[in-house]
């Protein structure tokens, strides 16, 4: 009965200590920065891709909102210039805007229907996206040491 006792007692303070980290700041930006590096290495593997195969891409690529020559240009300075700055959280929030919008229009313009077959990746990059530029890039960022810098002053 002894033995119970000390196991359910090491076990509640282990769930409270994994509980307290969980729930801690420090738990919160590392998940910022995780979720940033993610997400920007993925979408840079894209326009690092787009840029190989430029020759191939630049007669066949999309343009569902009629910028002609310039989308394939552009979708490439999105998706490797900003995939960049969200990863080091430099103007993180405002290099998502165009990640944001990049993916509406891959969600739901580049295809003549919207089927979710051809949808659900630029949806979960969109959600992604949505979360970061709602939670912030956290403390394990540029945004972050220049903005504690400025305040100093």
Do not use: W
Not at 1 to 21: G, P, R
Not at 57 to 70: A, S
Not at 74 to 79: A, D, G, Q
Request: proline share 5%.
């Amino acid at each position: 009965m002894e033995k119970e006792s000390s196991s359910s007692v090491k076990s509640n303070k282990f769930i409270q200590m994994t509980l307290t980290f969980l729930l801690s700041e420090c738990c919160s930006n590392a998940a910022r920065l995780f979720l940033r590096l993610f997400v920007g290495i993925l979408m840079l593997t894209h326009g690092i891709a787009k840029i190989e195969n430029f020759d191939t891409l630049v007669d066949t690529f999309p343009d569902p909102i009629g910028l002609g020559t310039l989308t394939l240009p552009l979708i490439i300075l999105v998706e490797v210039g900003a995939s960049i700055l969200v990863m080091v959280g430099f103007l993180t929030r405002l290099a998502l805007i165009p990640l944001i919008f990049s993916m509406i229009v891959a969600a739901f313009l580049t295809f003549p229907t919207f089927a979710l077959a051809t949808s659900e990746l630029p949806l979960m990059y969109l959600g992604i996206f949505i979360t970061l530029l709602l939670a912030g890039p956290g403390k394990c960022s540029i945004d972050y040491l220049l903005d504690k810098a400025y305040n100093r002053k």
